[in-house]
């Protein structure tokens, strides 16, 4: 019998309103793409609100990482909400104190400073995959 | 925040709301983005604001507000219709909406990946901006 691995679910607040929010889906879909490909699913944030009963139940019994552009948290509170509080959640926001010098303001497509931001989340996200999926191994 | 961003201030002139999906695991969600932010930051920057829905579902005001004062037209990117949904549940005012798939389908685009949509999604999202532009000037009576 082979065990099915499991999974840790990434939901990202991919918020418009915020160039953060913009960062939160970038930094999502490098874990996703290229960090933790074996490891991650993404769970759609609009159809987890809107009722998608399969992203529900998926975050009921796999553990989840929010990733929130800013302050309101709608992934976190969305997710802890329908299906249980995440495991962890990163907030870009708060990240983004640690560069003061850098100030965030591409909706579309990122800049280069934005861009190697979007990267040392993705990093910091991959790293609690791991430290999530070892901790259930033991 | 921009002028075309969601403002409490903003409300006294008439404005077309526009709700994009934006979902994160398909590419035509990642193509719903970019047509939002086409058309209010450089089609119709003075006349549509943005919505965008995890804070309309948070019930962040001046969101929750808006969408109750003004006309929608929503982008939906996948069958599940999610922008609809969470729109109407929060009492948006829906008179437009765009079903990305069918779009695709009659401009015969493909987007890339979600996280690239590529120079077709880039075309769909244009195409469809363009689209879109043309709806609101009819909302707001530019046009006959």
Same mark, same amino acid.
């Given at each position: 019998?082979?065990?099915?691995k499991?999974?840790?679910?990434?939901?990202?607040c991919s918020?418009?309103d915020?160039p953060?929010?913009?960062i939160?889906r970038?930094?999502t879909?490098l874990?996703?793409?290229?960090?933790? @490909?074996?490891?991650?699913?993404?769970?759609c944030? @609009?159809l987890?609100?809107?009722?998608?009963e399969?992203?529900r139940?998926?975050a009921?019994?796999? @553990?989840?990482?929010a990733v929130?552009?800013?302050g309101?948290?709608?992934?976190?509170?969305?997710?802890?909400k329908?299906?249980?509080?995440p495991v962890?959640?990163?907030?870009v926001?708060?990240?983004?104190?640690?560069? @003061?010098q850098v100030?965030?303001?591409?909706h579309q497509?990122?800049n280069?400073?934005e861009?190697?931001?979007a990267?040392e989340?993705a990093?910091?996200?991959?790293?609690k995959?791991?430290?999530?999926?070892?901790s259930?191994?033991k | 925040?921009q002028?075309?961003?969601v403002?409490?201030?903003?409300?006294?002139?008439e404005?077309v &709301?526009?709700i994009?999906?934006?979902?994160?695991?398909k590419a035509l969600?990642?193509?719903?983005r970019?047509?939002?932010?086409?058309v209010?930051e450089?089609?119709?920057p003075n006349?549509?604001?943005?919505?965008?829905?995890?804070?309309?579902?948070?019930?962040?005001k001046?969101?929750?507000?808006?969408?109750?004062?003004?006309p929608?037209i929503?982008?939906d990117?996948?069958a599940?219709r999610?922008?609809?949904?969470?729109?109407?549940k929060?009492?948006?005012?829906?008179?437009?909406?765009?079903f &990305?798939?069918?779009?695709?389908?009659?401009?015969?685009?493909?987007?890339?990946t979600?996280?690239?949509?590529?120079?077709?999604g880039?075309?769909?999202?244009?195409?469809t901006?363009?689209e879109?532009a043309?709806?609101?000037?009819?909302?707001?009576?530019?046009?006959s």
């Amino acid at each position: 019998m082979t065990l099915a691995k499991d999974k840790v679910g990434i939901i990202c607040c991919s918020g418009e309103d915020l160039p953060e929010g913009t960062i939160s889906r970038v930094a999502t879909r490098l874990v996703l793409e290229k960090l933790r @490909p074996d490891d991650t699913v993404t769970l759609c944030l @609009p159809l987890f609100l809107a009722g998608g009963e399969d992203e529900r139940a998926f975050a009921r019994v796999f @553990p989840t990482i929010a990733v929130d552009g800013c302050g309101k948290k709608c992934a976190e509170v969305g997710t802890t909400k329908y299906s249980g509080k995440p495991v962890a959640t990163i907030v870009v926001s708060e990240i983004m104190k640690k560069y @003061p010098q850098v100030r965030a303001t591409s909706h579309q497509k990122l800049n280069a400073e934005e861009m190697e931001i979007a990267r040392e989340i993705a990093e910091e996200i991959a790293k609690k995959v791991d430290e999530i999926l070892c901790s259930q191994t033991k | 925040m921009q002028s075309n961003q969601v403002n409490a201030q903003s409300t006294e002139t008439e404005k077309v &709301l526009i709700i994009a999906c934006a979902g994160t695991d398909k590419a035509l969600g990642s193509v719903t983005r970019v047509i939002a932010f086409k058309v209010v930051e450089k089609l119709r920057p003075n006349e549509t604001t943005l919505v965008s829905i995890p804070p309309l579902v948070a019930e962040v005001k001046p969101y929750s507000e808006l969408v109750k004062k003004y006309p929608s037209i929503i982008i939906d990117g996948c069958a599940e219709r999610c922008a609809t949904k969470l729109a109407i549940k929060n009492g948006a005012k829906m008179k437009g909406r765009i079903f &990305l798939p069918q779009s695709a389908q009659k401009y015969n685009l493909k987007p890339n990946t979600a996280f690239d949509i590529g120079p077709e999604g880039e075309e769909l999202a244009e195409k469809t901006a363009q689209e879109i532009a043309v709806q609101v000037d009819k909302l707001l009576g530019k046009v006959s």
